[in-house]
Each structure stands twice: as C-alpha cells, then as structure tokens.
C-alpha cells in the first residue's frame, strides 16, 4: 500500500538518517530529507534543515506528520537546541515522533537523555531508539574506521569489556516500523546485534574479512578523553571516554530482541556487516 502521510527525516544523509529515508521510500512512504545544504536524496523531497537555524525548520515541517530525529551531533545539551524545535512541529500538526539516542544514555540522563524524558510530553506517539554502539564504526567515515585504514589499530578506553554492535541497516529497519506501524511503540526500544563482542574480537574478524591485521590497543581513560579533546569540547570528550570506560565496568555486555521482534528478522552479525562493507573495499 502507498502511504500518504510524510515523514520528515533529519540527518537524512548521515549514517542511520539516509538508511532510513531509503527504507521509507522503497516501502512506497513519502520522505522529506532534511540536511544542512538540502542535499538531493532519490526518491524523497530534499530540505534544508539546520538545529542552529531555526529559519529553516518551518519549510522542513510544512506537510510532514511524522519526523526522525538525529540530535545536533557533538552537542553537551541537545535539549536547547531541538525542545523549541519539537514545541513547533508539535504545533505543526506533526504527530509521531521517533528519536535516536544510545544505549548507554537512559532517559533522564546527560546530553540527548533530557529529549528522551520530554518526548511523551509532546507526542501521543512517539518512540526512542536507543542503539548499542554502531557496527558502522568500524567500517563508515568513523574515527575508529579511519584509524583501521591508516594503521590498523582501534582505539579505546574500553578494556575487555563487550558491546552488542548493531548494523546501522538494524536500526533503520526498527525506526521505519516505528514511524509507520499503525500502533506506535510508545516507549524506548534498546537495539543490538546478535552477540557482544569486545573490540579484540572486531579486530579479529577484520583481520580475517579483510586479510589486513587489525588491533585494538587499550587506552586509559585520560589517554582516551584527552585524544578525544583534541577534536571536540573537553566536557564532551570525557562523556565518550566515560562510556568506553562503562563498557570496561560491563554496561554494554548485554543483547537484546528488539530487532527480531520488531522486523520479524534476526540482527545481523558483525562478520556479515563488515564482510559486506569492508570485503568490497579491500
């Protein structure tokens, strides 16, 4: 069936934004995709949208019920920046909402955590995705990426500890249900893979995918906050060390069912991800 209602997809070109627009689309659902420069998305209505902008968010709302949010990336206090936008689409008609979060942040917690307890507020459907860590970080324009290509080491404060890796293909798949089901979830919805993996045994799968040695050398948690701060804020910076740091202490070591029960099909694994995405480049 060709749904008539339209979904406004901000981040539209980013890692789970343009998977979700392109899942949207090929199930017949009408996309518009938000991006800072309107970039062109096949199939759907390309707009402008910036966080920091809010001269472009009414054009971006115009006709659109249902919207995917991806908060202002490396923002310590999201919730200034999108809870005016969120009064607004909420005013525009805009009645489901489903925003991306983290695994590691629950609601009521830092940074997007603040969005997440003021979502229900809003909307009288809404959902929010709270993924594992991205298996994309291994693969994509990540740092964690760029640093297997230029010296086959991976970085982090993480120790031994294991993460539930999911497939940015995953989330989007669960956040295309969670738009479009005619019941909204309506609650928060924690996405993993089908296995926790510590990042040795990442570096080991790549290493035997893509016939390259790959690494994982274990930082301390200074070591990795002041790397970070190199590109970022410090406060920010010692929030992502703090999660590598978590995952150490075990908060990631766990999987979940979310993916199966709500696409009716099993996660993929890692070996399967970086076999389809780091094979072909190799």
């Known amino acids: 069936m060709i749904d008539t209602d339209t979904t406004l997809v901000i981040g539209a070109t980013g890692t789970t934004g343009s998977r979700t627009a392109a899942q949207l689309i090929a199930a017949g659902h009408r996309v518009k995709a938000g991006s800072r420069h309107a970039t062109p998305v096949p199939g759907a209505e390309p707009v402008r949208f910036d966080w920091y902008d809010p001269t472009t968010h009414a054009h971006a709302l115009d006709g659109a019920d249902r919207v995917y949010l991806i908060p202002p990336l490396g923002h310590s206090d999201p919730a200034s920046v999108m809870l005016p936008f969120l009064r607004q689409a909420r005013a525009a008609d805009v009645h489901r909402a489903v925003l991306l979060s983290s695994s590691a942040i629950p609601e009521g917690g830092p940074a997007v955590g603040a969005v997440h307890q003021a979502l229900p507020a809003l909307f009288g459907e809404w959902a929010v995705l709270r993924p594992s860590w991205f298996m994309q970080n291994f693969t994509g324009n990540h740092a964690h990426a760029q640093s297997i290509r230029e010296n086959g080491t991976i970085l982090t404060a993480a120790g031994s500890g294991r993460v539930g890796f999911v497939d940015a293909d995953d989330i989007a798949a669960v956040a295309v249900r969670a738009l479009t089901d005619d019941q909204a979830p309506n609650t928060d919805l924690v996405l993993t893979g089908p296995e926790a993996l510590s990042h040795d045994d990442i570096a080991t799968i790549i ?76």
């Open 207 to 282: 290493t035997e995918v893509t016939g390259r040695p790959a690494f994982h050398r274990h930082l301390a948690f200074e070591q990795m906050r002041d790397r970070l701060a190199a590109a970022m804020p410090l406060e920010f910076a010692a929030m992502l060390a703090g999660m590598d740091r978590a995952i150490a202490e075990g908060s990631e070591d766990r999987t979940t069912d979310t993916v199966q029960r709500l696409t009716g099909r099993p996660p993929h694994s890692f070996r399967a991800v970086a076999e389809r995405e780091l094979a072909r480049s190799s």
